[in-house]
């Protein structure tokens, strides 16, 4: 690899600050976000500061990653060339990230235009400029203010999806330094699953505190689901083992009954059924189930 000109810092900071910068950013869009305008421009506007440090957060991530990857990180580029030089596994990465936020976000942020974060990407990008030497596309956002656009249309952003690019990036940083956490398991459907696993515990607290909770004997127990591919939260019981997934239903080659539990967690009160066998949410767990 050729000498970076680029003077990167220590990984451990370089993921510190981007975490912090990130965060920093969602909490200011959380409690001022963008209201819907009649005019167009006023709405750019109300999103202006947020797309251009989305736009330096994505580009700052990318960066990051290909130089802990030992690659060389280029001056000049697009955001769509610069995820051009990634690993093919850190790119497929990343597009599971930006794919699985636009199928479960949900309301107007789930019906996003651009299907591929490919897409997306030059899209951000825009076209060229005048000497072919560099992309318009953050630069008319930039400059929106003050300036007439320099090509033919602003590109189409969204903050949320530039957040949820620069979140998944920054996992790959951390754990290409780390190797602790699979950045594979920090998608937004995993960060949903694991609110739904608070309620399970309450759930399952409960149910072990009861008559009759010895003998139900080897099963798989599904707790919610399906989502968009087909996974769904579950709970071995097999002997003394438990174990807990988020996967498909097995099909072939298992005998194990399969119990369906959803409709009885949807209608489970947490605080009434911990009030049942005497505890609150405040009292430490009467049994740890999330053996793996």
């Known amino acids: 690899m050729a000498d970076q000109i680029i003077n990167f810092k220590d990984p451990l900071w370089i993921t510190a600050w981007l975490d912090t910068a990130l965060r920093a950013e969602q909490n200011k869009y959380k409690k001022c976000p963008v209201l819907r305008d009649l005019v167009p421009g006023h709405e750019a506007a109300q999103a202006w500061g947020y797309v251009v440090a989305g736009y330096f957060l994505v580009e700052e991530s990318f960066k990051a990653l290909l130089y802990v990857r030992d690659k060389y990180v280029p001056t000049k580029h697009s955001l769509a060339q610069l995820f051009g030089l990634f690993e093919a596994d850190d790119g497929d990465t990343l597009r599971e990230f930006y794919t699985d936020y636009r199928e479960t976000i949900g309301g107007a942020v789930g019906r996003f235009p651009y299907k591929t974060l490919n897409d997306f990407l030059i899209n951000l990008d825009g076209v060229p400029n005048s000497r072919g030497n560099d992309y318009v596309g953050s630069l008319d956002w930039r ?90 939260d579950l709970i071995l019981f097999e002997g003394e083992r438990r174990k807990q997934d988020f996967a498909e239903i097995p099909e072939e080659h298992f005998f194990l009954p399969i119990v369906d539990k959803r409709q009885e967690i949807e209608s489970f009160n947490v605080d009434a059924g911990l009030q049942s066998i005497g505890v609150t949410r405040n009292s430490p767990p009467l049994d740890d189930w999330t053996s793996e």
């Not at 033919?152 to 956490?181: D, K, Y």
């Not at 139900?216 to 707790?223: F, P």
């Open 143 to 232: 400059y929106f203010p003050i300036e007439e656009k320099r090509g033919q249309r602003m590109p189409t952003v969204s903050v949320e999806f530039l957040h949820e690019i620069a979140f998944g990036c920054i996992r790959m940083v951390e754990h290409s330094n780390t190797r602790r956490s699979e950045p594979s398991r920090y998608t937004h459907s995993w960060r949903l699953r694991r609110k739904r696993v608070k309620k399970y515990h309450y759930w399952l607290t409960v149910r072990m505190n009861s008559d009759g909770w010895d003998n139900l004997g080897d099963r798989l127990e599904v707790l919610w689901g399906p989502d968009y591919r087909g996974r769904h």
